[in-house]
């Protein structure tokens, strides 16, 4: 534990990509700089120092409910110095008994808690005053400090840094060596190490949920309101039943009245606009839905009286006070809550509804997509191909499984392999829609344009990669709270990567259970993988097993007609024999 050693994050530059702060693109699920403070916080140390600058108040909400303490520098565009010192001038107020300080930049992705304990130890060891990174034949950050060169950090001013420092006194110099050090986010083309760092299939998820923040609610008419989610309590504004009735066709009586010879002097059928008086010594004929007649607290089934002509005689040895009597409110009181926010509105609950008197419900609306087909390889299902031309079905598949999702309004678009005039093509969709499906062209080759463009319109990005076959090239970002995926153009990947992603994300913006149902099953042959990658298997489930279908081949839909599951196989797994216990998810 670095108990007498603080460290510095300088993260106040205003160097920006893509329309978002450096500090703030993500890798691996998380923001560059959450990455490096969480490291820093990892490695124990008295206490960790966040510079800002430009960008402080987006920056500053991330870091809510970490254990930093979070300075301004209002000089930020004069230079590294007015950073350096500004930290070094917080972290000594917040614990001036620090002997050491390590000051680490906020765009470095390789960086971990070892590179800082690492240093704190070597310290130790060596005597040294200062102990920094080496890469690439440079010296850099993250660095130490000792106490000995804290009032020249604090004195530091304009382009002069911990370089200055290092090379006036490499006398009291030691160093480790850290291989990934150079990689830091400084120009454009440094994204690509973000890119090319693929994220597991749960962290990809976990990324989608966290940004899946759009929400719209909807008032709807009772009868059109199937597999929504109730968005607010629904109260009851009356009794229901409005008035007491009977459960069952018999006779309405007098519970004390059980044991007499009882003259039955009329009836009441469901309906009926006016109630009978019931007196001592009576019956009332009465009939399922009924009102009961006044006085009367107890219906004696038909089954269970003998009658002569106008006279009845109970016959029922179990009859209690109250019994085949639906008391008024029974089903709902007027005032009281009658179904909860969040529920899900299956048939029996728009009946229950419905019978309560509720006419119209707010319910959470499914978002407005846009599916967005790329490819000059493409033609029209009905007309003839050209060689080089395969028939273009993402669009209706994907439109189906909307559909089937409980998605009303679908934009369909399609653009060439040009990126200006994808360009506007996306402009429109993200104007008009809640979430965009691009489809194709998410991979890198020359002719792959997608991720460029929707960067280019704004869109910031989260991954690009997920450790997964099929549906390895999948991207997904979001502009304004709207959601953009990039899906592969292999129809089997693409349906892959909307049951994977899409789907649950349009079920958490409808509040809905998951659409997806997660069960175990007996493999039923042999299924074999190399490790690396999580594989989707298109599988059909039946009697608790299941059965790898041919045919996996991405481009391949012809298995992916007959399957009703994905069969699961992690990362690490080498594959399954029959008879081992497996993961699968079940199609809707």
Not at 233 to 249: A, E, N, V
Not at 325 to 331: L, N, W
Not at 501 to 522: E, K
Request: hydrophobic share 40%; aromatic share 8%.
């Amino acid at each position: 534990m670095m108990d007498n050693t603080g460290i510095i994050i300088l993260a106040a530059g205003s160097s920006s990509r893509l329309g978002t702060a450096k500090q703030l693109l993500d890798y691996q699920g998380k923001t560059l700089l959450m990455h490096v403070v969480e490291q820093a916080l990892a490695s124990q140390p008295a206490r960790v120092v966040v510079v800002v600058g430009a960008h402080a108040e987006e920056i500053t909400a991330t870091l809510a409910g970490k254990d930093v303490v979070v300075c301004y520098n209002a000089d930020w565009s004069t230079g590294m110095a007015s950073s350096m010192n500004r930290g070094m001038t917080q972290l000594l107020i917040e614990n001036p008994a620090i002997t050491s300080c390590i000051f680490s930049v906020c765009d470095q992705p390789y960086i971990l808690k070892e590179n800082f304990t690492q240093l704190f130890v070597h310290q130790l060891e060596t005597g040294k005053g200062i102990v920094a990174s080496t890469y690439a034949d440079t010296v850099g950050v993250p660095v130490l400090f000792s106490k000995a060169y804290f009032k020249i950090l604090i004195a530091l001013h304009g382009d002069q840094g911990a370089k200055k420092i290092v090379e006036q006194h490499k006398d009291d110099l030691a160093t480790i060596p850290f291989d990934s050090g150079g990689v830091d986010i400084d120009r454009p083309e440094d994204l690509k190490y973000l890119w090319n760092q693929m994220v597991s299939v749960s962290a990809a998820q976990e990324i989608i949920k966290n940004n899946c923040t759009w929400e719209y609610k909807r008032i709807r008419n009772i009868g059109n309101v199937c597999g929504y989610i109730v968005a607010e309590p629904i109260i009851s504004t009356l009794d229901i039943p409005h008035f007491r009735q009977s459960s069952m066709d018999g006779y309405a009586i007098k519970f004390e009245d059980r044991l007499k010879t009882l003259k039955v002097v009329g009836e009441m059928r469901a309906g009926q606009p006016s109630v009978v008086k019931l007196m001592s010594g009576q019956a009332i004929r009465v009939f399922t839905g009924a009102p009961l007649p006044e006085d009367a607290d107890t219906v004696v089934m038909q089954e269970r009286v003998k009658r002569d002509g106008d006279w009845v005689m109970v016959e029922d040895d179990h009859l209690a006070i109250g019994l085949n009597v639906r008391q008024k409110g029974s089903e709902a009181q007027k005032g009281t809550l009658a179904f909860a926010a969040g529920a899900l509105l299956t048939p029996a609950a728009i009946g229950f509804l419905a019978g309560i008197g509720c006419r119209e419900v707010l319910i959470f609306e499914p978002p407005k997509i846009a599916v967005i087909i790329t490819g000059d390889e493409l033609q029209e299902v009905g007309k003839p191909l050209a060689f080089g031309q395969v028939y273009e079905s993402n669009s209706l598949q994907l439109r189906a499984a909307l559909k089937k999702g409980g998605v009303a309004e679908i934009s369909l678009y399609q653009s060439e392999d040009d990126p200006k005039k994808l360009e506007a093509v996306l402009a429109e969709a993200l104007r008009e829609s809640d979430m965009v499906l691009l489809v194709g062209g998410v991979s890198v080759g020359d002719y792959d344009f997608v991720v460029q463009t929707a960067l280019r319109e704004g869109v910031r990005p989260h991954f690009h990669k997920v450790k997964q076959k099929p549906g390895k090239p999948l991207f997904f970002g979001t502009k304004e709270g709207k959601m953009v995926f990039g899906l592969p153009g292999n129809p089997s990947s693409a349906l892959t990567c909307f049951y994977l992603y899409v789907l649950p994300a349009i079920d958490q913006m409808m509040r809905r259970p998951h659409s997806l149902m997660i069960i175990s099953a007996l493999v039923a042959a042999d299924y074999n993988k190399s490790t690396g990658l999580t594989h989707f298997i298109k599988a059909h489930f039946k009697d608790g097993r299941v059965l790898p279908l041919h045919a996996q081949e991405s481009y391949r839909l012809q298995s992916y007609a007959q399957a009703n599951c994905l069969l699961v196989l992690e990362e690490a797994s080498t594959g399954v024999k029959v008879g081992d216990e497996v993961q699968v998810i079940l199609l809707p």
